[in-house]
């Protein structure tokens, strides 16, 4: 059974820096993808960001030139630096991973707020 754990979240003030840990553990040696997806209230789910095993970086509109993945293949653990946080980037950030035959795993979600 896989499992992925996710930590970090919490409330911080807008302009302020959180950093979410992901760390996967169960059957699978090495995840092929990792990353975070994440959902406000009343909106679709989003892609955050994922990095591949190969150090391939994808970030989603929301993230880019704000936001950092990076990952510890040792580990198996896949980390989301956030800097510059505004409201607007309040959701529950999801951890997700893919195996190498593509099958997909979910942490259950951790919340962050941004707010004064």
């Known amino acids: 059974q896989v499992q992925l754990a996710e930590s970090g979240g919490g409330l911080v003030e807008p302009g302020g820096s959180l950093r979410l840990s992901c760390a996967g553990s169960?059957?699978?040696?090495?995840?092929?993808?990792m990353g975070w997806y994440r959902q406000a209230p009343g909106k679709q789910r989003e892609l955050v960001a994922s990095?591949?095993?190969?150090?391939?970086?994808n970030y989603g509109d929301s993230a880019k030139g704000r936001f950092i993945i990076s990952r510890d293949n040792a580990k198996n653990t896949v980390y989301l630096q956030m800097n510059s946080l505004e409201p607007e980037d309040t959701a529950v950030y999801y951890c997700?991973?893919?195996?190498?035959?593509?099958?997909?795993?979910w942490g259950q979600g951790t919340q962050v707020t941004v707010s004064s």
């Open positions: 997700h991973s893919e195996d190498w035959a593509r099958r997909d795993y």
């Open positions: 169960g059957s699978i040696v090495t995840f092929y993808v």
């Open positions: 990095i591949n095993i190969g150090g391939k970086i």
